[in-house]
């Protein structure tokens, strides 16, 4: 079964700490999503890799297709970070069947 | 901010009843998807379409039937609503299976 892994589940932190969430997957994949919900709210994409790294602002995400592993880093971070975080991945084949999620990772960063 | 419309956001059925759900988007994409939100499981998908009336089912199709007549418009059926299908709906869609995906606000289902 194709699964993908986040940790932690729940991270608390204080303001201006820097942040590192984390997600595994079991077989290969043709790129990876980091996902972003806040509470009640709708869910926005925040990168899709394949591999190496990227970053946007505060955020940086990478990839190591070798080890099947992907952090999300946050640096400086806010109060208004606090959210959740959903790693998903797409598999060859074309993924025309959508995307596989973890179950997410619920931040909280106080002030 | 991609073109997505989720209707309705909020809405209350009986068990047994008919619902449709729908998923409008302005941006021409080729593939729409239907995902619940449960807690303890993260998002799972319904079904999902790849072009006007092309669908096929995902990992959870049980009890819901999908259409898809115009591009941009893509329903959401459960043809009679149990309470294991309150849940929170989000559609989504890409342009080719491994592009960026953009997500609706989402529709919150309770069965009663």
């Known amino acids: 079964k194709n699964e993908v892994e986040q940790s932690p589940q729940n991270l608390t932190a204080q303001e201006g700490e820097f942040i590192t969430i984390n997600c595994s997957y079991s077989?290969?994949?043709?790129?990876l999503h980091w996902l972003q919900q806040h509470p009640g709210g709708g869910i926005v994409s925040l990168f899709m890799?394949?591999?190496g790294k990227k970053k946007h602002g505060r955020l940086i995400a990478t990839i190591n297709i070798q080890e099947k592993h992907s952090s999300l880093h946050i640096t400086a971070s806010h109060p208004r970070d606090s959210a959740v975080y959903i790693c998903a991945v797409s598999f060859p084949g074309g993924g025309a069947d959508g995307l596989t999620f973890g179950k997410g990772t619920h931040l909280i960063i106080q002030p | 901010d991609a073109g997505i419309t989720q209707s309705p956001r909020h809405k209350v059925t009986e068990t047994g009843t008919p619902v449709t759900l729908r998923c409008h988007q302005t941006e021409n994409h080729r593939y729409m998807y239907w995902y619940r939100q449960d807690p303890g499981h993260g998002l799972r998908l319904i079904h999902y379409?790849?072009?006007?009336?092309?669908?096929d089912k995902g990992e959870v199709s049980d009890g819901y039937s999908v259409s898809r007549s115009k591009t941009e418009d893509f329903l959401l059926t459960l043809e009679s609503a149990t309470s294991s299908q309150t849940s929170v709906y989000f559609c989504?869609?890409?342009?080719?299976?491994?592009?960026?995906?953009?997500f609706g606000q989402g529709t919150r289902l309770t069965v009663v």
């Open positions: 890799l394949s591999s």
């Open positions: 989504a869609i890409s342009g080719t299976p491994n592009t960026e995906a953009f």
């Open positions: 077989v290969g994949i043709s790129a």
């Open positions: 379409s790849y072009g006007v009336k092309d669908t």
